[in-house]
């Protein structure tokens, strides 16, 4: 017991180091500490965090790639274990997986990003999100989750956690507050699970309302923000934990596997207890060159998250005045226009992804086949985030683990082309290129196409 104890303290006195100066010798006041945690603007947060200077001073911070740590004394080992010693006392460490110097820097930026008190950066997206959910849940606890998520995280709480754990989970229309609280079982319901953008159908949370039901029954928030960096700060409207796949927005390069967990100090010491830690036994360790990678491209993410939105909401009202179904939640007659803009953060637009609705998937595969190969305005691909347009059918691909009754009680339908809107190239050049492959599209199988273009007409 004295080393789980030991390893909760070395955590709590790391998540408490982004909150210091360099110069700060512990008698400074703790308002500014507290106004720069509090910071409204993500980018304002980002910049006030601490920065990382190099082992020889250079303005990039050094890459601690070593697996393992040596100590000088052998009772200097018993003290770590112990707790007496660590990062922040002494500047000493024992393991990458426990704690890594690089790894650290980038969880302090996260942090500084969602606005929360700590955040630990793992291998994928997937293995933050089933932590937390582990952690969190436990054994034959229940979940209550949107009904539209991203269909890895589905398959994880339909099929993989009640197979492996006796974990129940409840898919509900969380637009519907009343059937929220519903599917709430008082005692039982341990995490609400949403998605601040739903994958893929665009439908946006109503985050304050989800964390009070939540609240109100003794569960947590977890909200996935990984369609809305900068655009969105869950943890600000009230969402207890955050989680993102890094591996999009965030990274940016389409080159980078990663994800991140935000929230209280208190979740990430749970989570690397020694004997009963989600993160600590199972081992979701993030390379520290990764980690070097990532903390250098999080400074330009409120420039590119910026015109990945004015780039999507361009083409999404250009699709409409086509006559395209188009989803997007920056367009005003999107049925939830109104709350993104209340919970948005000012001059990020809302967010570098949309849908169109071909109707068939079909349709939706000719579109995408002249968009990649005869006009190349995009790729064909899964994942976001990149500099290139990345299109792909949910249905048979992204959300295909997802049952097909799942899927259209979920609103995806077989046609729904998900874009990730990219900034390469001009905007008119690439606009181009979408209504040159939309117009041979059109003039394929015109009598096969008719019934299916009235459906994907506004």
Known sequence: MAHVMAASELVAATIKRPLQNDDDNGSADEKPKLARRREADPAAALAAARHEFGEHGGVNMSIEASATFTVMEPDTMRRLFAGELGPERGDLYIYSRHFNPTVLALGRQMAALEGTEAAYCTASGMSAISSVLMQLVGAGGHVVASRCLYGGTHALLSRFLPRASGVRATFVDVDDEAAVRAAVRHGETRVVYVETMSNPTLAVADIPMLARVAHDAGAKLVVDNTFTPMVVSPARLGADVVVHSVSKFISGGADIIAGAICGPASLVNAMMDLQEGALMLLGPTMNAKVAFELSERLPHLPLRMQEHSRRAAEYASRMRRLGLRVAYPGLPDHPHHARLLAMANPGYGA???????????????????????????????????????????????????????????AGISPGLVRMSVGYNGTLEQRWAQFERALALMQQQHPDRDAAAAKYCKV
């Open 351 to 409: 967010g570098g992804m949309l849908c169109v609705d071909m109707g068939t998937e079909d349709r939706a595969n000719r579109l995408m086949h002249h968009l990649q190969n005869t006009t190349r305005f995009g790729l064909m691909a899964v994942s976001l985030g990149y500099y290139e347009t990345l299109m792909s059918c949910s249905g048979s691909s992204t959300s295909s683990e997802m049952p097909p009754e799942d899927r259209a009680r």
